[in-house]
């Protein structure tokens, strides 16, 4: 299983979690393009968790496919596997994927088939982007090696992907707004050009739209009138138009010539004129002449005085711009409303962005909603046991009984209002407020209408967003509700936030007490192991502890005579009288000391209570109190207690630090115990030492003379019997004579060994390559016969004493050249190795060796493996070797095979 990272760690590439969450929030405040947008995602996501690849897909026009639109990152990181494989599941699951290893990528449903032949990542988070139930998109992260996603960079990535989600759909509200902008701006263009033409007409009279004859046949016609009388140009030029039907029916006697006659002889203004047809009739009529340009060019156009087609087309173009003006109104105060909210959604953003506080924010966001909207009150209610909460309000409620009903809390079975957003999680609307949703009539008949909405966070309704208005009832239009909701979706991210960084603080909070405690815990263990003192181990104990909590007292007690002895207190208990109790001596059974005592575990108290221990005659303040058994080498030995003067929540940091110094302390006093103990049979073992060398020194002083007497007195008989002596009596004579001198010989060693023991070392540098030389010629002088192969390595220059280092050699080198004197040819090898603190210096034979089973004896006194008449000797040079290499502090070993050699050594100290 990948190793998962601590909740208080920072992230791979350093940035802490929270300001990778404080970034993005003010990038996404200032994005305006959904490139932005992911580009600013994408990186926070790669800067917080060090991802190898963040890859972007947005859903298509109609939300059945994806589309690749950013991606961020090391391009040689990007696989072969399609990303959007993981993203359809991601979306069809509704919730994130996590991949900790390339194992779970190849078991992840629905076609593992599929993804089995590709080349995958080494671990992947895929986050799905939803909006009001929309799906959006999908963000996938993608990193190089196995990895565990602790809970923190989970919540992290999913608040990555909300967030991300509000603001692609700001970005997207922005670009509607700006479509709509350019329409109106289009719009208004029109119609201020239709507006102004039509006054053009009005201020000049009638405008010319047609000329023609009073039989119904038109000669001149413009695409205005044809317009307005529901005819194309095409039409007119096709003569598919009957004119007889649009004009008067006594017109029609008229023909072209006579109105061309009577065209001709107009002017500029009105007049009446006979017309006179092809009969000779004459019949008046009244024309209206209009000269006007278009396209550069000037034309005078007649009409009849029947102004009824023109006084509708008037009619209509006036109804026309009419309606028009209402339109580009309506549309103007729409867009003015949706630029408000947008401009009060952006200033929302940023202040959440900012606000750590949950209540603030949530008031913010009320503030914000009331100034969009008509006189009002916004609440914001949260669900608690059996009722609803009212945690925040804005505005007035207007009517004290159900001001105090809120407050006291609704059911929440009977809050319909609430319950339905609650349990929907989509937004309720009453364009009319029912009097009975909420089972409270008497008190809400003022409200004209009302919208409740769920705070959703991290995932589930945290609570209710309501609004509610006063007055006249109110249209939820598209507008107020993409601001209500845009409002709560926003607040919901905030909240979220707000809750993932007060986490993140307390985290910090507590790896910073935590810190504070391994440093105060790393000086109070060098305190305690440089301490033997009992009263001073627990006394500074008391102080590191009191330094890493508030203000408080700590104190140490010890059963004595039935009664709690206090030994050791650091802090004031701030009351003379109790304080004087308590160094009188607390009774056994106090429950604070006697329950850990008995239990031998941790007593905790959040909230002290006098009564736990029958002090309600004595001014004890009210606080946290805890209390641990200190135990050394196994059993009680006291008690060690914490009180503080303010209530407290004793966290696991706390205990752990806590628990840790007291059992260090019972480890310090045991190791104090010892200590003393040790040093009390180290001066035993002295006395017993000089008392030892001091009975061998007198030993062998006073053995020389009746050693020296029998030898003489051996001499003399010797002589005296001559010539005569047989053979028998003087191979007794030989015998004492050897034994006198093999016991000087002892004696010699035993002085030289009570010598080494007693004499002060004279440390200096020594060169044992050139000890080594001047040993090795001593030795081959006193045998000049014998065959040896001497291989001595280089040596190095050491800290010791030169007199007794060469003692060492010359009783490790004697040895090696006795016990090869079986042997034709003698081998000896000397050498030494350098290790990081010492020196290993070896002596190496091919002579009869010895078995390995009694090895740790050789270096003891009058200890020998073999008879003295295979090899001669003592059994105090080995010895002698131990006591001079250990005052050295140094070690000897022996390593051996029966008749294969063996290897002597010794260590010396480094120099540094």
């Keep these: ?247 008067p029916p006594e017109y029609h006697r008229a023909d072209e010539l006579a109105f061309a006659q009577a065209f001709e002889q107009g002017a500029s203004d009105p007049y009446e004129k006979e017309m006179l047809t092809r009969t000779g009739e004459r019949v008046p009529l009244n024309l209206i002449l209009i000269r006007y340009e278009e396209r550069d060019q000037q034309y005078v156009v007649g009409y009849l005085q029947d102004l009824r087609p023109f006084k509708a087309a008037e009619r209509a173009l006036r109804e026309h711009g009419a309606e028009l003006e209402r339109q580009v109104a309506a549309r103007t105060e729409e867009l003015n409303a949706r630029t408000r909210v947008l401009e009060a959604f952006e200033t929302l953003s940023h202040e959440l962005t900012l606000e750590p506080d949950p209540a603030l924010l949530v008031g913010r966001a009320q503030d914000i909603v009331l100034s969009l909207l008509p006189e009002g009150v916004a609440t914001y209610y949260e669900p608690e046991g059996a009722v609803w909460r009212l945690r925040t309000q804005t505005g007035s409620l207007r009517d004290k009984e159900l001001q105090r009903v809120l407050d006291a809390g609704l059911p929440y079975e009977a809050a319909g209002n609430l319950r339905v957003p609650f349990e929907t999680r989509e937004p309720y609307y009453q364009e009319v407020y029912d009097i009975h949703t909420d089972r409270q009539p008497d008190t809400t008949r003022h409200v004209s209408s009302s919208a409740t909405l769920p705070v959703v966070v991290g995932g589930a309704v945290r609570g209710v967003f309501g609004l509610g208005l006063f007055g006249a009832p109110r249209r939820w239009s598209a507008v107020d509700r993409a601001l209500l909701e845009t409002v709560a979706r926003s607040l919901g991210l905030a909240l979220e936030r707000a809750e993932a960084a007060r986490h993140l603080r307390e985290q910090n909070a507590e790896l910073a007490a935590r810190t504070r405690a391994l440093e105060g815990f790393a000086e109070l263990t060098r305190d305690l192991s440089t301490q033997a003192e009992p009263h001073m181990l627990v006394r500074r104990a008391q102080e590191v502890m009191l330094s890493l909590l508030p203000e408080g007292y700590a104190a140490y007690y010890e059963p004595t005579g039935g009664q709690w002895t206090l030994r050791s207190q650091v802090g004031d208990r701030r009351d003379p009288a109790f304080q004087a109790h308590v160094e009188a001596g607390l009774p056994l059974e106090t429950a604070s000391l006697w329950t850990p005592w008995q239990t031998r575990e941790p007593y905790y108290l959040e909230e002290y209570d006098q009564h736990t221990d029958h002090f309600e005659t004595y001014q004890v303040r009210r606080g946290a109190l805890a209390a641990f058994p200190v135990c050394v080498n196994g059993s009680p030995y006291g008690i060690f207690g914490v009180a503080l003067f303010h209530e407290r929540h004793w966290s696991e940091a706390d205990r752990a630090v806590i628990e840790t110094t007291v059992r260090s302390l019972g480890l310090a006093l045991e190791g104090a115990q010892g200590v003393t103990q040790l040093a009390e049979e180290r001066r035993k073992l002295a006395a017993a030492n000089e008392e030892l060398e001091a009975f061998a020194y007198s030993v062998s002083h006073d053995l020389r003379t009746p050693v020296r007497h029998i030898r003489s007195f051996n001499d003399l008989l010797r002589q005296a019997l001559g010539d005569s002596l047989d053979e028998k009596p003087a191979r007794y004579l030989r015998i004492v004579e050897e034994a006198t001198g093999r016991m000087n010989t002892l004696i010699d060693a035993m002085l030289d060994l009570s010598r080494t023991s007693r004499l002060p070392l004279q440390m200096g540098l020594v060169d044992l390559g050139d000890l080594v030389g001047s040993v090795r010629a001593e030795l081959e002088a006193d045998a000049p016969d014998r065959q040896v192969e001497w291989e001595v390595m280089p040596l190095p220059l050491v800290t010791g004493d030169a007199h007794t280092l060469r003692q060492v050699l010359v009783n490790l080198l004697a040895n090696a050249l006795k016990y090869t004197r079986t042997r034709e040819v003698a081998r000896i090898e000397v050498w030494a190795e350098e290790q990081p603190h010492e020196w290993v210096v070896s002596v190496r034979d091919n002579g009869v060796g010895f078995d390995p089973r009694y090895g740790d004896k050789l270096f003891g006194v009058f200890q020998r493996l073999h008879r003295h008449d295979e090899f001669e000797g003592t059994g105090v040079g080995l010895a002698n070797v131990r006591r001079i290499v250990t005052r050295h502090g140094g070690k000897v070993f022996a390593q051996g095979v029966p008749s294969e050699g063996a290897t002597f050594g010794f260590t010396l100290p480094r120099l540094h």
């Design 1 to 247: 299983m990948p190793e998962q990272r601590p909740v208080d760690a920072p992230s791979p590439v350093g940035v802490p979690l929270s300001e990778c969450l404080q970034d993005l929030s003010e990038a996404l405040a200032a994005a305006r393009t959904p490139q932005e947008v992911l580009g600013s995602v994408l990186r926070s996501a790669l800067a917080a968790l060090g991802a190898a690849l963040g890859t972007a897909f947005l859903t298509g026009g109609a939300g059945d496919s994806l589309e690749l639109a950013a991606q961020q990152g090391r391009r040689g990181a990007a696989r072969d596997l399609p990303s959007h494989l993981f993203a359809r599941d991601a979306l069809a699951r509704h919730e994130a994927l996590f991949f900790e290893d390339a194992e779970a990528l190849l078991g992840a449903p629905p076609e593992p088939g599929r993804r089995a032949g590709n080349s995958l990542p080494a671990a992947s988070a895929v986050l799905p982007m939803f909006l009001g139930g929309q799906a959006l998109g999908v963000l996938v992260l993608d990193f190089e090696e196995p990895r565990g996603f602790s809970a923190d960079e989970r919540r992290l990535l999913r608040t990555l992907a909300a967030q991300c989600a509000v603001a692609l759909g700001h970005t997207r509200l922005l670009a509607t707004l700006a479509a709509e902008r350019q329409q109106r701006q289009q719009t208004e263009l029109e119609l201020r050009t239709s507006e102004a033409r039509f006054r053009r007409m009005v201020e000049a009279g009638p405008v010319g739209i047609a000329a023609g004859a009073l039989d119904g046949r038109l000669i001149l016609v413009n695409d205005t009138y044809l317009k307005l009388l529901g005819y194309t140009r095409a039409e007119y030029e096709a003569g598919e138009i009957d004119w007889a039907a649009l004009t």
